[in-house]
């Protein structure tokens, strides 16, 4: 299935920023970025729970916020994309304009 | 149904930070943010082809990006939140922890 990450890390103290850095180097590990803070994972719920388990031990709960999109396994008429493709974005089926 | 509305604006330049708030307050007519970048919108096509429309307008195509997920009418069980609560989400149905 298609989850969708997104994540909003505060960056106004240095380990703010190394929160950011580390959801950042996480998600990697799971899925394509195609945001600044937005990643596409492939992945089944044992892989999703994992990520998720990880992530939240990450952030700071009264300062980030993380957020799962659940886009299911027909997912390529569900997402569309304009403008600049910075990040070599190539999930199969997305349409690009 | 719910379409979610992802961006990322360069803000290297003021024409750039100019162009972000400009996509911002333009998604704020149609949904609610629920991150800095993210906004979920609950609307039908007409309206989603409308914000496209406005968006797409906005933004510099070879330096920012804005992509939309359908996420359909049953989205309730779709979306998960962990963390902070900055923007006063209150989608309703959208599992916090």
Excluded: W
């Excluded at 945001?35 to 992945?43: A, G």
């Amino acid at each position: 299935m298609l989850v969708l990450i997104t994540y909003d890390v505060s960056t106004e103290t240095p380990e703010g920023r190394k929160r950011l850095r580390k959801v950042a180097k996480e998600c990697v590990n799971y899925g394509k970025r195609v945001q600044n803070s937005v990643f596409e994972c492939i992945m089944d719920s044992a892989k999703c729970f994992e990520v998720k388990e990880k992530l939240v031990k990450i952030i700071d709960k009264d300062e980030d916020s993380i957020r799962f999109y659940y886009l299911g396994n027909n997912y390529k008429t569900k997402v569309e994309h304009f403008g600049v493709n910075n990040n070599n974005v190539d999930v199969e089926g997305v349409l690009l304009f």
